[in-house]
């Protein structure tokens, strides 16, 4: 018998009462309306119709008549649904929305400790990655899409949620990007919903079994299981194999058996299969939580304690569990399957254990593994870099945008790619103005036109008819073009760098770019106006002039 990790017993946890139906006396009241396969809509009857009776035709139940405007409120069946529309009593449907104050949209602590909105900042969204939650089904809910889902169970064709387990897990993940309630770590990722468990959260191996071979059949990338139980089965392992043998990354919750001493081996299974990543929990201090389970197979952490997410009904609550760490990993997956679609799933564990922020004893360790997962950066040499805010603004306006999935931000600037930044970061376009001409810079180079254009406003004019393409770009060249482009000036002018004189041909544009808070030295009273400037450096001095950039 498979279950969802049972949730630790916190005080400060939020947790629904979740009211299941007696089914003998189910059978023996024959007017029990089944209400898990109702929905509530509002129907607008034509003239000359009466609301309630056509609603008791459909087997529905009546909860509001407005005689006036000849309306009903009404729970009505999900499969009648379709027939009442085109009902020619009906003149219109649509369903009875909850309506409530609701605050704007929160970014959790737990997003924030995996690095969740840098990544998103980047934009890495998990866009078209494929995850199917193997769960107890997912329920309808405003910020929480689902693709495409199926049942395993045995009591219901239907994968929608009647325990909130499932949904709750599936928040974490891709709850949307909007106005409103929790952003997921991949918000733009597809999920699929596999319910194989129960309203109490308990499921056969044999549905779990059924769900990850359903996720082969449709070609999902990512399996999340946040589910466990204490006894292998040669069957799981088989058909987990089956789903690596198809680069499908399988992540699994190892369990909420875990104790104060934590010295115990009681990872539970399928995260303790060597196929399938074991995650932890920890809480907002990135302390191991006391009740998740410890032992050689954790091989990564993640926040675990009073997580808010999505629920049933189409609300929110806070729970706790290895359950609620294992999507944060199923997530932060997506944006590295997104960034690099050809990984193989060896290459996506290694990434994230690489990228991991290594917790308690150094190296992997039985209770956080390699340690707390951080999603990764649109670019790959960036992450603990001092100028990743910079970059990744820089980034997101579309004036530096690297090459093949890196920054470079330790390279020199040259100065054919300055051109090409100043010409995105200020919008130029060609001029009537004649052009420059270059001698080597020949019509068919392939920065011909923005060489063109930067000259052309008299940002760049080379030397001696030559434009240099692959020299450096110096500091103060790069202070000078920002001057030329922005047409600042100031009257008042301090001057802190011992290494800039006024008689420069550069005084006064570092003067009017030191002043407006733009540049800073390399050093306290150095500019260096002759070394080359960075790719990192540039990304700053942009970020700082922005606000003056129209």
Same mark, same amino acid.
């Not at 308990?202 to 769900?211: F, H, K, M, P, Q």
């Given at each position: 018998?498979?279950?969802?990790?049972?949730?630790?017993?916190?005080?400060?946890?939020?947790?629904?009462?979740?009211?299941?139906?007696?089914?003998?006396?189910?059978?023996?009241?024959?007017?029990?309306?089944?209400m898990?396969?109702?929905l509530?809509?509002?129907?607008?009857?034509?003239?000359?119709?009466?609301?309630?009776?056509?609603?008791?035709?459909?087997?529905?139940?009546?909860?509001?008549?407005?005689?006036?405007?000849?309306?009903?409120?009404?729970?009505?069946?999900?499969?009648?649904?379709?027939?009442?529309?085109?009902?020619?009593?009906?003149?219109?449907?649509?369903?009875?929305?909850?309506?409530?104050?609701?605050?704007?949209?929160?970014v959790?602590?737990?997003?924030?400790?995996?690095?969740?909105?840098?990544?998103?900042?980047?934009?890495?969204?998990g866009?078209?990655?494929?995850?199917?939650?193997?769960?107890?089904?997912?329920?309808?809910?405003?910020?929480?899409?689902?693709?495409?889902?199926?049942?395993?169970?045995?009591?219901?064709?239907?994968y929608?949620?009647?325990?909130?387990?499932?949904?709750?897990?599936?928040g974490i993940?891709?709850?949307?990007?909007?106005?409103?309630?929790?952003?997921?770590?991949?918000?733009?990722?597809?999920?699929?919903?596999?319910?194989?468990?129960? +309203?109490?959260?308990?499921?056969?191996?044999?549905?779990?079994?059924?769900?990850?071979?359903?996720?082969?059949?449709?070609?999902?990338?990512?399996?999340?299981?946040?589910?466990?139980?204490?006894?292998?089965?040669?069957?799981?392992?088989?058909?987990?194999?089956?789903?690596?043998?198809?680069?499908?990354?399988?992540?699994?919750?190892?369990?909420?058996?875990?104790?104060?001493?934590?010295?115990?081996?009681?990872?539970?299974?399928?995260?303790?299969?060597?196929?399938?990543?074991?995650?932890?929990?920890?809480?907002?201090?990135?302390?191991?939580?006391?009740?998740?389970?410890?032992?050689?197979?954790?091989?990564?952490?993640?926040?675990?304690?009073?997580?808010?997410?999505?629920?049933?009904?189409?609300?929110?609550?806070?729970?706790?569990?290895?359950?609620?760490?294992?999507?944060?990993?199923?997530g932060?997956?997506?944006?590295?399957?997104?960034?690099?679609?050809?990984?193989?799933?060896?290459?996506?564990?290694?990434?994230?254990?690489?990228?991991?922020?290594?917790?308690?004893?150094?190296?992997?360790?039985?209770?956080?593994?390699?340690?707390?997962?951080q999603?990764?950066?649109?670019?790959?040499?960036?992450n603990?870099?001092?100028?990743?805010?910079?970059?990744?603004?820089?980034?997101?306006?579309?004036?530096?945008?690297?090459?093949?999935?890196?920054?470079?931000?330790?390279?020199?600037?040259?100065?054919?790619?300055?051109?090409?930044?100043?010409?995105?970061?200020?919008?130029?376009?060609?001029?009537?103005?004649?052009?420059?001409?270059?001698?080597?810079?020949?019509?068919?180079?392939?920065?011909?036109?923005?060489?063109?254009?930067?000259?052309?406003?008299?940002?760049?004019t080379?030397?001696?008819?030559?434009?240099?393409?692959?020299?450096?770009?110096?500091?103060?060249?790069?202070?000078? &073009?920002?001057?030329?482009? &922005?047409?600042?000036?100031?009257?008042?002018?301090?001057?802190?760098?011992?290494?800039?004189?006024?008689?420069?041909?550069?005084?006064?544009?570092?003067?009017?770019?030191?002043?407006?808070?733009?540049?800073?030295?390399?050093?306290?009273?150095?500019f260096?106006?002759?070394?080359?400037?960075?790719?990192? +450096?540039?990304?700053? &001095?942009?970020?700082?002039?922005?606000?003056?950039?129209?």
């Amino acid at each position: 018998m498979y279950q969802h990790t049972p949730e630790s017993n916190n005080d400060d946890t939020n947790y629904q009462n979740i009211n299941t139906t007696d089914n003998t006396q189910q059978d023996s009241t024959n007017n029990l309306i089944d209400m898990e396969n109702m929905l509530r809509v509002i129907i607008l009857i034509k003239k000359g119709y009466h609301p309630d009776s056509l609603v008791e035709v459909y087997g529905g139940q009546v909860e509001h008549l407005y005689e006036e405007m000849n309306m009903v409120a009404a729970y009505v069946p999900r499969d009648k649904l379709s027939e009442i529309r085109l009902d020619e009593r009906v003149d219109y449907l649509e369903y009875d929305k909850i309506v409530e104050v609701k605050p704007q949209q929160t970014v959790e602590w737990s997003n924030v400790s995996v690095q969740a909105p840098r990544a998103l900042q980047s934009n890495l969204t998990g866009r078209n990655i494929k995850i199917s939650v193997i769960d107890s089904g997912i329920a309808e809910h405003e910020d929480l899409p689902i693709a495409k889902g199926v049942s395993m169970v045995d009591y219901t064709t239907s994968y929608y949620d009647d325990n909130g387990h499932g949904t709750h897990v599936a928040g974490i993940i891709g709850a949307r990007n909007n106005d409103v309630g929790i952003v997921g770590i991949a918000p733009e990722s597809v999920i699929y919903a596999v319910k194989v468990l129960d +309203q109490d959260g308990l499921g056969y191996t044999s549905d779990v079994i059924a769900g990850i071979d359903w996720s082969i059949q449709n070609n999902v990338d990512i399996i999340n299981l946040s589910l466990g139980s204490e006894i292998s089965s040669r069957l799981m392992e088989s058909i987990v194999t089956k789903a690596t043998d198809q680069n499908i990354l399988l992540i699994a919750a190892t369990g909420n058996n875990g104790t104060i001493a934590g010295t115990e081996n009681n990872v539970s299974y399928p995260a303790r299969l060597p196929t399938v990543i074991g995650v932890g929990a920890t809480d907002k201090n990135n302390q191991r939580a006391s009740f998740s389970s410890t032992g050689e197979q954790v091989e990564l952490a993640a926040p675990g304690v009073n997580i808010l997410s999505t629920y049933l009904n189409n609300s929110y609550a806070k729970m706790s569990g290895t359950s609620s760490a294992s999507p944060f990993v199923a997530g932060i997956a997506a944006l590295l399957k997104q960034r690099d679609p050809n990984l193989t799933i060896s290459q996506l564990r290694t990434q994230l254990q690489n990228a991991s922020l290594d917790l308690g004893s150094p190296g992997r360790d039985p209770w956080y593994g390699y340690g707390l997962a951080q999603a990764p950066l649109i670019f790959k040499d960036i992450n603990r870099h001092p100028a990743t805010e910079e970059i990744l603004f820089i980034q997101n306006k579309g004036w530096m945008i690297g090459s093949n999935g890196y920054f470079l931000p330790e390279q020199n600037l040259t100065r054919v790619h300055a051109a090409l930044i100043f010409v995105r970061v200020f919008g130029l376009e060609e001029t009537d103005d004649p052009a420059v001409k270059f001698a080597d810079i020949p019509t068919n180079h392939e920065y011909a036109r923005e060489i063109k254009i930067i000259s052309q406003h008299g940002i760049m004019t080379g030397s001696a008819g030559r434009f240099l393409p692959q020299n450096n770009l110096t500091r103060e060249q790069m202070v000078a &073009m920002l001057d030329r482009a &922005m047409e600042i000036e100031i009257s008042q002018q301090s001057n802190p760098f011992e290494d800039v004189s006024e008689t420069s041909w550069s005084f006064d544009s570092i003067m009017t770019m030191y002043n407006l808070g733009i540049i800073k030295g390399v050093a306290p009273n150095r500019f260096a106006p002759g070394n080359p400037i960075t790719r990192a +450096q540039i990304a700053r &001095m942009l970020f700082r002039a922005a606000p003056h950039i129209h």
